[in-house]
């Protein structure tokens, strides 16, 4: 069993430490106060073994309060006041110090629970650890001075989880849908360089690449970008070649116009196949200033393209996109191997859902890929037009920003819908488990505690909205004066895009299944369980509404995808709450309304199930399967496909892939426990150096490549299999 220290470093848990300190407070009292050296071994023992019951390192601060507890059970109050002196003392002591004891295990990479706070960051690496550094210093800043203190406390507590306070002291927002169209037909600056409209097809894909990683830089949450946006210059490039291969042959007296065509089509498909290349390339091997590859999201949706000639292209544009995804890229070993971005979201619709559909190729293809590498990820047209309406009754089928945060309907001053160029001012997340637990069974205690979080959690939101409040568009030039987003003056404020609906607060929720089980024992997946999910959720959309009345800011309601945080929560609600039985025995919860992972259901039966919750989730929400590999039962995934189409709005569909450097092992790394630890051991030559293998796992809407922290892989270890 290891033990976390203060510093995030991890040791091996020593029982003596514990009859050491308990000694060393025992002397500090009167001799009628003390405890037999007995007690001491008691206690000790007891509270290790407490440990090894939950399954997971524990931290320091965890095992002290379970001597006081001990200390507390025993009636020894003299000795237990004493040594929680000491404890406030030594905390006093290290208060002025906490900020450099992290980044100092940072440097050292000792820090256990940062190096595996995200999936697709190596915390071994320079530009990691600085921007790991930066945002301690920035958590201590946002703690101490730009947070009030009741809501750091509620963080801390995993009441609320106040997303991504590394980079609050910075005026910096969430995520957004970069308006690559506008960057590319207009021209835009980058570092200080005018970049005009490109000529060819290949350069656009080579200055989209430019964009991607400047975006990457200046925010702290995914971007999506549509290769609808790259379809145009396809005519350019062809116009081009046409006109020198014409020129070619006409040099060898050659006027055939069919030859012209066939041999233009040809170096046409090699310039886009190698723009797609280059897109795919730059985006997996750049490393943006916070230490990781740019969190890209690509979207195929022929619906977009303004006419056919334009859709023809733009449908050889996402055939190669697909061929090289189902390719991969290769590892340091020379092998094909998954990659985590981009994340590629492929739009199922009447023109390629049917066998006999014009496009239907594109979603075998699509089909193909998902069995082999996990994406692309689906969302049905026909459902989110009825989804996402505008005032004006319309539907409207468009990319989430990342993962899954998803604006909502918008129409600009001409009354024409709006997406590109909008963004997310960031995120505040409810532990609704926390709230249940605490209501005890009781309804209307829950309700009134529900009430008093919503409060809290709308504060904390405001906060970010203030905190973006007077911004200057030359924090992020990219952004706010070369068409990212919009192109306002230097020095002009970015305030009139954080009303009116034109961005977006979420107001995210964690653990809705554990929540209604904590109430009436029932789970989502029984009548009883789904109506209190549905009427909690609804309740949640209340609020948000209420506020956006009121505000003129557009709150909405985001199924939030914890990676590190669903531990932390567990670990939080367990110190709280203790182990309770279907709702805290596991180190994690549940991501959003998700059916719990380990239970069994079909992935018909899940789907159809969680849609229903997730159309009362409007600011982003995803759900999966968790299947086999699929890539000699193609015919099972298309007809998963199918049942998207015609019942959920965005889904997905979980497989493994994986490879082991030391033994050429490319099937499903497995999951064991080495000393009270979850670790990755190859099944084939039992290798467990993480450095020596490749493992690709769906984290929580994106792939994760860099390895998770005890909850989450825990959560992964449990998940069953749906088809």
């Not at 002196?85 to 295990?105: G, H, M």
């Not at 301690?136 to 963080?155: F, G, N, Q």
């Not at 957004?176 to 169209?181: A, G, I, K, S, T």
């Not at 019942?647 to 790394?669: H, R």
Request: with cysteine; charged share 25%; proline share 2%.
């Amino acid at each position: 069993m290891k033990l976390i220290k203060r510093n995030g470093s991890e040791v091996s848990f020593d029982r003596k430490k514990i009859s050491n300190a308990i000694a060393a407070a025992n002397l500090a009292v009167e001799k009628i106060h003390r405890i037999s050296d007995e007690d001491i071994e008691n206690i000790s023992v007891t509270v290790e073994n407490i440990c090894l019951s939950l399954g997971r390192s524990v931290g320091v601060e965890e095992v002290q309060d379970l001597v006081e507890r001990e200390l507390m059970r025993l009636g020894a109050f003299e000795l237990a006041k004493a040594y929680i002196t000491y404890r406030y003392k030594r905390e006093l002591v290290r208060r002025s110090n906490t900020t450099d004891d992290k980044i100092l295990s940072l440097i050292e990479c000792n820090n256990e629970e940062v190096k595996q706070e995200n999936a697709n960051k190596n915390p071994t690496v320079n530009s990691v650890q600085r921007d790991y550094m930066a945002g301690e210093v920035s958590k201590d800043i946002t703690r101490r001075i730009l947070l009030p203190e009741d809501i750091v406390k509620a963080h801390e507590e995993g009441i609320i989880h106040f997303h991504d306070a590394d980079y609050f002291a910075q005026h910096m927002h969430n995520c957004d849908l970069v308006n690559l169209e506008d960057m590319l037909q207009n021209g835009t600056v980058i570092s200080g360089t005018m970049i005009e409209k490109p000529h060819s097809f290949s350069t656009a894909c080579n200055i989209a690449t430019q964009i991607i990683a400047q975006v990457a830089s200046n925010q702290y949450g995914g971007q999506s970008i549509s290769l609808t946006h790259l379809a145009p210059f396809v005519q350019v490039s062809r116009d081009k070649i046409r006109a020198s291969v014409a020129q070619e042959l006409s040099e060898l007296g050659i006027s055939d116009e069919d030859a012209i065509s066939k041999i233009t089509e040809k170096r046409l498909r090699e310039e886009i196949r190698k723009g797609v290349q280059c897109i795919q390339y730059q985006v997996v091997t750049l490393l943006t200033t916070n230490g990781q590859a740019p969190f890209i999201t690509v979207f195929m949706y022929l619906g977009e393209a303004k006419n056919e000639r334009e859709r023809a292209d733009l449908a050889v544009i996402i055939e190669e996109t697909l061929l090289q995804r189902y390719q991969g890229v290769k590892n340091e070993a020379g092998v094909w191997i998954t990659p985590a971005f981009p994340k590629l979201i492929y739009v199922l619709e009447e023109d390629n859902i049917h066998k006999d559909s014009r496009y239907y190729y594109l979603t075998e293809l699509a089909a193909k890929c998902t069995a082999k590498r996990m994406v692309p990820d689906y969302i049905s047209e026909k459902i989110m037009l009825r989804s996402k309406i505008d005032k004006n009754g319309d539907g409207h089928c468009y990319t989430c920003m990342g993962c899954r945060s998803f604006l909502t309907p918008y129409l600009d001053e001409n009354g024409q819908p709006k997406y590109y160029g909008r963004f997310n001012q960031g995120v505040v997340t409810v532990n609704l488990v926390d709230i249940g637990l605490s209501a005890e069974g009781d309804m209307e205690r829950f309700w009134q505690i529900f009430d008093e979080r919503m409060t809290l959690c709308h504060r904390a939101l405001r906060a970010r909205h203030e905190r973006l409040l007077g911004t200057l568009s030359d924090a992020a030039p990219i952004l706010w004066q070369y068409g990212a987003l919009t192109r306002l003056k230097k020095g002009e404020v970015i305030d009139k895009y954080l009303f009116g609906g034109y961005s977006t607060l979420s107001l995210g929720y964690a653990g809705l299944w554990e929540c209604v089980y904590s109430l009436n024992g029932k789970k989502l997946t029984e009548p009883e369980g789904e109506a209190l999910g549905l009427e909690i959720m609804r309740k949640l959309n209340e609020y948000t509404a209420k506020w956006k009345a009121a505000e003129n800011i557009d709150y909405s309601l985001y199924g939030t995808p914890l990676e590190s945080t669903t531990y932390k929560f567990a670990k939080c609600l367990q110190n709280r709450f203790g182990i309770v039985e279907g709702v805290t025995d596991r180190n994690y919860i549940t991501n959003s309304y998700h059916v719990h992972v380990t239970e069994p259901i079909d992935a018909f039966d899940k789907l159809a199930l969680e849609a229903r919750f997730q159309a009362l989730s409007p600011g982003g929400a995803i759900s999966y399967v968790e299947v086999p590999d699929m890539q000699n039962n193609i015919d099972a995934v298309l007809g998963v496909m199918e049942f998207i189409y015609d019942n959920i709005m965005y889904a997905e569909l979980n497989t493994k892939s994986d490879f082991c450097q030391v033994c050429g092992y490319d099937g499903e790394i497995e999951i064991t426990e080495d000393d009270g630890k979850l670790v990755w051991e190859c099944p084939n030559c039992h290798n467990k150096d993480q450095s020596k293998m490749n493992v690709a796992r769906r984290t929580c809407g994106y792939i994760g490549t860099q390895y998770w922290n005890q909850g989450r892989t825990a959560e992964i270890k449990d998940r069953v299999l749906h088809l």
